[in-house]
């Protein structure tokens, strides 16, 4: 008979391994031989399995909602930019690869990671403004709040960005998109097209 406890987080206490056996969502801390969440969800402990010459109890995390993809190192997102500072852009993470967030994770791109070459003459409010999406990679998870994205490389940068008048910019160069409404022309960090 199933047993369905309490919420539990990463990390929390789930009980000790010489009375319990981990099992999904679950591991064992060898330095204490303590259980530990590993997701977030409901903790559930169910009975041994027949006949399985170890009878304790299996204790695992059953996530409370379907996990969506993770930002990790090396992966390409598509990310909305939320604030340009002098030595960094936040940004939104909308897309890992092909997969949609179903959680929100926030990006942080330096003024190191905007591109490659002549980095100490990156002026961020040039390359990015608030309302573009661009196209990055992950560089690590940065600190607690955000993760480091680099468009350090030809085909990363803005992929879309829209013109005071409200029309979506062209790109007319590599470092700039002009309005097709008005033929204003603004500095961004465009991204190559991929074809």
């Not at 607690?144 to 062209?170: D, Q």
Request: glycine share 8%.
């Amino acid at each position: 008979m199933e047993k369905a406890d309490d919420m539990v987080t990463p990390g929390e206490l789930l009980g000790r391994a010489n009375d319990l056996k981990p099992g999904k969502g679950a591991y064992v801390a060898s330095k204490n031989n303590t259980i530990y969440a590993s997701l977030t969800g409901f903790r559930r402990i169910q009975p041994s399995t027949p006949g399985s010459p170890d009878q304790r109890p299996i204790v695992e995390v059953i996530g409370h909602k379907a996990h969506g993809p993770v930002p990790e190192p090396g992966s390409v997102v598509i990310a909305r930019v939320t604030k340009v500072m002098a030595r960094t852009a936040s940004v939104d993470i909308m897309c890992v690869g092909p997969k949609s967030m179903r959680e929100k994770f926030t990006g942080i791109i330096r003024q190191q990671d905007v591109r490659a070459t002549e980095i100490d003459k990156v002026d961020m409010h040039l390359s990015f403004r608030p309302g573009d999406i661009v196209r990055a990679v992950v560089l690590s998870l940065g600190d607690a709040r955000a993760y480091y994205l680099s468009t350090a490389k030809n085909e990363l940068g803005v992929v879309s960005a829209e013109s005071s008048a409200g029309a979506t910019m062209v790109p007319i160069s590599w470092t700039e998109m002009q309005c097709p409404l008005t033929g204003q022309i603004e500095q961004r960090k465009v991204a190559k097209v991929i074809s």
